[in-house]
């Protein structure tokens, strides 16, 4: 994976988060993933395929999902349908992303969202994988890139 | 079995066998289908498989087909986009009767295609590579359907792809491997490990940063471990690691340039630092092949004690030429077997420090020295010492002491009221700002390259002396202003 292709991920989910909620989200600084597991308590994961081949994941606090999901319902009571639905849809429109920048010598899977803290997301073995962190107002997510 | 020519056969006779539609011709037809290794099928002009095809065609796709199924559809999720529509456009002039088949099969998107297979999930799992060949059925002299064969050339184009790297992998090893071949096994991988044990600490900063404040106090981390790295590498003359994270610094030092860093700025360099890692995996994993043929020549144990001084004896050389100095290295004293274990690596770093330190502020040039009514080569010495419960060496050097001098007559003109009254307590006092100062960073050299040299040794300084804090040793330093000094570093003994 080179320079270009993490700048990307991290700009089209940064600009999701200012873009569904007025307010800005910042990236930290990117570092390798590890066998430690980066997983919080919703994901959700896109698989790419095809010229290259990698999965790549966003997972989130319910807190998190819950104050972004009150922003854009404009409503109070939020149920763990809503959640898992917005988890879905931030894959979804990084996965839209994806699509449109990569083009079509690409396959990009369906979101898989997966709700609970899981003990770690499999990714392919022999890909470097990228942690991105991601603060929204206090609350904190990851992005994890894993591309040939 | 069967090869490319004989399902080529084959499929001229089913051909024949299609057009006619007696039983006999059809059991043979099917006994035929049977037999094939290769998958063969038969579609219509609307693309859609009709009911005879062979056994092996579902174990290639790993799917299921059932009667009328669209061939495209098996394409679906396994295949890109492109790839998909390329095919369609394909089939289409296939059936076109005006076109040449020849020419039409030029264009064939599925010559050799890639057929991904997801899990459950629909994450990537595995591919295989297939080749679909494409034969028109006449009737009538009509294109009445096209008759498809898929072969399963995973094993080929992984064997090629798999040859392609090695050779790759070979070349890069083969490169590497002339290099490290005249480093010793212990010292490189003690380089490895260090090396790898930096790279775990600035990986653990870069996760804590939070602000610009602890931006700029990685930055200098990085620059400080890449000056590491280069002098590490450079003491064992590991020149393909060198030019990499020369490259790595330059990055770096370009985004430190910058008035306002952010956390984006760091992408390359995370990129690079996983490059870096990479490369230090690769050779451990090269250093681990070629164990059996290290441990063949292993060296024996005086040899390896001796491994310490052949590197302190290289850098005094290296640097003296360089500095245009000369200097004489004496180590007639040093018992490098009396090093207890787990002190190599500080002792090692230590001596190292000091005899980079001397050499480039101490040592005068032969011209200056024959000035000052000295011998024109310097003379740097180095020995061990041990009780019951300490180890310890010492390292002297005849080279001027200029920051400690001026530091002394500093030190003298403020305490010269003190030193009337206790001559011993205001000696240990000097003693002691004197080893605070000469091991304090500054920039106070000629020129900028001496600068960033000092600033780097200093640094090296700084990381030493919390290693030496850290196994409890102590460094005192005996000196007079003109022509001599002595350090002495002391570690208890575990």
Known sequence: MNETDLHFFIDSTVNYFEEVTSEKASAGIPYMKDEEPVVLEYTGIIGISGKRKGSIYVTTSEKMLSSIAKLILGIEEIGKEDIKDLVGEIANTISGNVRQAYGSDFMISVPVVVEGKAKDIKLPDNIQSFVIPITWKEHKSFLVVCLE | ?494
């Open chain 2, 1 to 494: 079995m069967t090869n490319g020519n004989d399902s080529e056969s084959v499929v001229k006779q089913l051909s024949v066998t299609m057009q006619s539609e007696s039983i006999k011709e059809h059991i043979k037809k099917q006994e035929l289908l049977g037999a094939l290794e290769e998958g063969v099928l038969y579609i219509n002009d609307k693309f859609e498989i009709a009911e005879d095809y062979s056994n092996s065609l579902e174990k290639i796709i790993d799917q299921e087909i059932t009667l009328g199924q669209s061939f495209i559809s098996l394409f679906e999720n396994r295949v890109p986009d492109n790839i998909l529509n390329n095919t369609v456009e394909y089939l289409n002039l296939m059936f076109k009767e005006d076109l040449d088949e020849e020419t039409v099969n030029e264009l064939n998107p599925l010559n050799v295609v890639e057929f991904h297979f997801e899990n459950r999930w629909g994450l990537w799992t595995s591919s295989k590579y297939l080749k679909f060949r494409f034969n028109r059925l006449l009737r009538d002299k009509l294109i009445s359907g096209l008759i498809i064969t898929v072969t399963d050339i995973t094993k080929q184009i992984s064997l090629s792809k798999k040859l392609e790297e090695v050779e790759k992998e070979t070349n890069k090893q083969m490169e590497w491997l002339v290099n490290m071949l005249h480093v010793e096994p212990p010292l490189l991988k003690e380089f490895l490990d260090v090396s790898e044990l930096e790279m775990q600490t600035i990986d653990k900063d870069l996760r804590g940063a939070k602000n610009n404040e602890q931006y700029n106090q990685i930055f200098n981390k990085l620059l400080r471990f890449i000056h590491q790295l280069i002098s590490n590498a450079s003491l064992l003359n590991l020149k393909f690691f060198i030019g990499k994270i020369k490259q790595f610094e330059s990055e770096v030092r370009k985004i430190n340039e910058k008035k306002e860093i952010s956390s984006g700025d760091f992408v390359p360099i995370v990129i690079q630092l996983g490059e870096v890692r990479q490369m230090l995996q690769d050779v451990k994993v090269l250093m681990n092949r070629f164990k059996h043929f290290t441990e063949t020549v292993r060296p024996k144990r005086q040899y390896e004690d001796g491994l310490i001084i052949r590197a302190i004896a290289n850098l005094v050389q290296n640097m003296s030429k360089d500095l245009g100095k000369e200097v004489e290295f004496n180590y007639t004293k040093f018992n490098s077997s009396a090093i207890p274990y787990s002190y190599q690596q500080v002792v090692r770093e230590f001596l190292i420090i000091l005899v980079r330190f001397s050499i480039l502020y101490c040592f005068e040039k032969p011209d200056e020295r024959r000035s000052a009514n000295k011998s024109p080569i310097g003379n740097l010495e180095i020995e061990t010492f041990s009780t019951n419960r300490l180890f310890g060496f010492k390292l002297r050097h005849d080279g001027r002491l200029i920051r400690i001098e001026r530091l002394l007559q500093k030190s003298i003109e403020n305490t010269e009221a003190e030193i009337q009254e206790d001559k011993s307590a205001v000696r240990d006092h000097l003693g002691a700002e004197v080893i605070r100062l000469l091991f304090m960073p500054t920039t106070a050299t000629s020129s900028l390259s001496e600068a960033e040299y000092s600033q780097e040794i200093f640094n090296d300084m700084e990381v030493a002396k919390k290693k030496l804090k850290m196994h409890r040793g102590k460094i005192k330093i005996i000196f007079t202003s003109e022509n001599y000094c002595e350090y002495t570093i002391s570690l208890p003994v575990k």
